[in-house]
């Protein structure tokens, strides 16, 4: 014969609390472990065109690598087409995080975006004047490069 005991309120509380606990403290764990990340030295890696390379664990107080093709770009248009990379970390959940809060941060009326990079390190679309002012001090960012088209025999 077995004998059901039932609960008291209190041992569902108890119980109830100590599952709460238990999430917070795993919680915090993931989210020191993204934090922590984020320190560890990256290699410097070039880029294609060979001509700047950079290391991924810059300061974050560093501005961004800007190319002069987007700045000459607005002298002769309000939108330019641009690719953005970020700092990225190990951690794809932390990029892509960071990528939703540098998108959320932009209106329709500064950005339009029309590709994202999957691991959350990079993103491209038309940006305005004040969306480029908004990305340029942005903490997370990286690059930022043309993303207007070359032509063959094309020198600038």
Avoid at 24 to 37: A, D, E, I, Q, S
Wanted: net charge positive.
């Amino acid at each position: 014969m077995v004998l059901r005991v039932k609960e008291g309120r209190f041992a569902m509380v108890r119980k109830f609390l100590l599952i709460v606990l238990l999430g917070v403290v795993l919680l915090t764990g993931v989210l020191l472990f993204g934090c922590l990340n984020q320190f560890v030295p990256q290699p410097n890696v070039t880029i294609p065109d060979g001509n700047h390379s950079y290391n991924n664990s810059r300061n974050l107080q560093q501005p961004p690598y800007i190319d002069p093709l987007v700045l000459s770009s607005f002298n002769s248009s309000n939108w330019v087409q641009v690719i953005v990379n970020l700092n990225y970390t190990d951690n794809t959940t932390l990029d892509n995080e960071r990528l939703q809060v540098i998108l959320y941060s932009l209106s329709p009326s500064e950005f339009m975006l029309r590709h994202r990079g999957t691991r959350g390190d990079w993103f491209s679309g038309n940006l305005s004047r004040n969306g480029f002012e908004k990305l340029r001090i942005m903490p997370f960012v990286s690059e930022i490069y043309s993303n207007k088209p070359a032509y063959a025999g094309e020198t600038n």
